[in-house]
């Protein structure tokens, strides 16, 4: 069988990827349609554009967690894995330095020392005592809810399908019954992945219904949030702050004018990405697993649901 890997492994991986087959690493940026065409196993993203073509695919796995752009246009009868577990740790940490951004009015300090003002904001707000709506309930979602409830805080999870508990959640109930939390919610975090069902959930109507002290955190999927929408909420102070690292389009426009409101903390998308040792381990330990797996004809871990797309 002809494997490839488009994100590099590990020493061990890779003597574990020449058990499947004859092995090559072709990283994503050069690899083409033709190195595709005649594939058997690939470990790791590959232009979308090309899983089509992959008329020989029987096992993808994906290094990131969204699996949409492939769920739908795989061969049926191939495997589809996706990273999910790899990125959560780093996210998760990222959403609580936002939200402490916001809390503690960083932004605001931030813009003093320039101009070598002075001057306290008082109240603030903390983690401790604080509730955290938190929209996705997977690894992200539930990865930020842990770090909460070791700070004292308060977390609500909403997720698609009903359940009666989950581990880091105070309490848990379904998305469609989001707006009955808002009168509750600090913060509301976004950790959605994307599907046509939450395409801007939040919108002029949702926003007009949240607090006016709420933190709004996006860390899933850019098309969750009317950017219009949003603007104008920031903008007339109908919500406190947004923080978001996705967008509607990326990478975010020049001319957008979310880059003008003071109230506002943006990033690049870089809340995940494969930025640091961990992210690296905790993606190495589920293709390590999946390997294992595939070699016995055993279930593997992180198959993605062809109907939802995750």
């Given at each position: 069988?002809?494997?490839?890997?488009?994100?590099?492994?590990?020493?061990?991986?890779?003597?574990?990827?020449?058990?499947?087959?004859?092995?090559?690493?072709?990283?994503?940026?050069?690899?083409?349609?033709?190195?595709?065409?005649?594939?058997?196993?690939?470990?790791?993203?590959?232009?979308?554009?090309?899983?089509?073509?992959?008329?020989?695919?029987?096992?993808?796995?994906?290094?990131?967690?969204?699996?949409?752009?492939?769920?739908?246009?795989?061969?049926?009868?191939?495997?589809?894995?996706?990273?999910?577990?790899?990125?959560?740790?780093?996210?998760?940490?990222?959403?609580?330095?936002?939200?402490?951004?916001?809390?503690?009015?960083?932004?605001?300090?931030?813009?003093?020392?320039?101009?070598?003002?002075?001057?306290?904001?008082?109240?603030?707000?903390?983690?401790?005592?604080?509730?955290?709506?938190?929209?996705?309930?997977?690894?992200?979602?539930?990865?930020?809810?842990?770090?909460?409830?070791?700070?004292?805080?308060?977390?609500?999870?909403?997720?698609?399908?009903?359940?009666?508990?989950?581990?880091?959640?105070?309490?848990?109930?379904?998305?469609?019954?989001?707006?009955?939390?808002?009168?509750?919610?600090?913060?509301?975090?976004?950790?959605?992945?994307?599907?046509?069902?939450?395409?801007?959930?939040?919108?002029?109507?949702?926003l007009s219904k949240m607090r006016k002290d709420t933190v709004l955190v996006?860390?899933g999927r850019g098309n969750a949030i009317d950017e219009q929408a949003l603007?104008?909420?920031?903008?007339?102070?109908?919500?406190?702050?947004?923080?978001?690292?996705?967008?509607?389009?990326?990478?975010?426009?020049?001319?957008?004018?979310?880059?003008?409101?003071?109230?506002?903390?943006?990033?690049?998308?870089?809340?995940?990405?494969?930025?640091?040792?961990?992210?690296?381990?905790?993606?190495?330990?589920?293709?390590?697993?999946?390997?294992?797996?595939?070699?016995?004809?055993?279930?593997?871990?992180?198959?993605?649901?062809?109907?939802?797309?995750?």
């Amino acid at each position: 069988m002809k494997v490839i890997s488009t994100i590099q492994l590990s020493e061990k991986l890779i003597e574990m990827a020449k058990q499947l087959g004859d092995y090559t690493y072709i990283p994503v940026k050069n690899i083409t349609v033709e190195d595709v065409q005649d594939v058997d196993i690939c470990i790791g993203n590959v232009p979308a554009r090309f899983v089509p073509e992959m008329k020989n695919i029987k096992w993808l796995q994906l290094d990131s967690a969204g699996s949409d752009q492939y769920a739908y246009t795989i061969k049926k009868d191939a495997i589809l894995t996706n990273g999910s577990g790899t990125f959560g740790a780093s996210i998760a940490e990222h959403i609580m330095m936002v939200i402490l951004m916001a809390f503690r009015n960083m932004t605001f300090y931030v813009e003093s020392k320039p101009i070598h003002r002075y001057e306290r904001i008082i109240p603030n707000k903390m983690i401790q005592g604080s509730t955290f709506l938190i929209l996705g309930t997977g690894d992200l979602g539930s990865e930020f809810a842990k770090r909460v409830k070791l700070l004292g805080g308060n977390t609500i999870g909403l997720k698609r399908t009903p359940v009666d508990s989950l581990a880091y959640f105070d309490q848990v109930d379904t998305l469609d019954h989001m707006e009955q939390y808002f009168d509750q919610a600090d913060a509301i975090v976004m950790t959605l992945p994307n599907h046509p069902s939450t395409t801007h959930i939040i919108n002029k109507d949702t926003l007009s219904k949240m607090r006016k002290d709420t933190v709004l955190v996006n860390v899933g999927r850019g098309n969750a949030i009317d950017e219009q929408a949003l603007y104008e909420a920031l903008s007339s102070k109908q919500i406190a702050c947004a923080c978001l690292d996705v967008y509607e389009q990326e990478p975010l426009t020049a001319d957008s004018p979310l880059w003008d409101l003071e109230n506002v903390i943006l990033t690049p998308h870089v809340a995940g990405n494969y930025a640091n040792k961990i992210t690296y381990e905790l993606f190495y330990a589920i293709v390590e697993e999946n390997i294992q797996h595939y070699l016995k004809n055993e279930p593997m871990r992180n198959v993605v649901d062809r109907v939802f797309g995750y």
